[in-house]
Nanobody, 116 residues
């Protein structure tokens, strides 16, 4: 069984910063992609950023230049540094893991609220 646990969400004023963390554990033989998605109230879940096992990154246009995804020294961890936060960044942020070539799992999510 594989578990993905997020942490680091919270309430911040516009212009502030937060750092999200995600750690995966369990029967993982290889991690292919780790990423962050978010879902705002009344909206569909959307991609925020991903990073591959080869450290190739991909970002949504709306966060480019403000957010940075990185992997920890323990390759089963991923971070999302979020700077210059805007009210429209508010939502539940989910960590996503693609592992063992084709399996996918999600974390429970962590709330990020940006006040104006």
């Amino acid at each position: 069984q594989v578990q993905v646990v997020e942490s680091g969400g919270g309430l911040v004023q516009a212009g502030g910063s937060l750092r999200l963390s995600c750690a995966a554990s369990g029967s993982i033989f290889s991690i292919n992609v780790m990423g962050w998605y978010r879902q705002a109230p009344g909206k569909q879940r959307e991609l925020v950023a991903t990073i591959t096992s080869g450290d190739t990154t991909n970002y949504a246009d709306s966060v480019k230049g403000r957010f940075a995804i990185s992997r920890g020294n323990a390759k089963n961890t991923v971070y999302l540094q979020m700077n210059s936060l805007k009210p429209e960044d508010t939502g539940v942020y989910y960590c996503n893991l693609v592992y063992n070539h084709y399996l996918i799992t999600w974390g429970q999510g962590t709330q990020v609220t940006v006040s104006s």
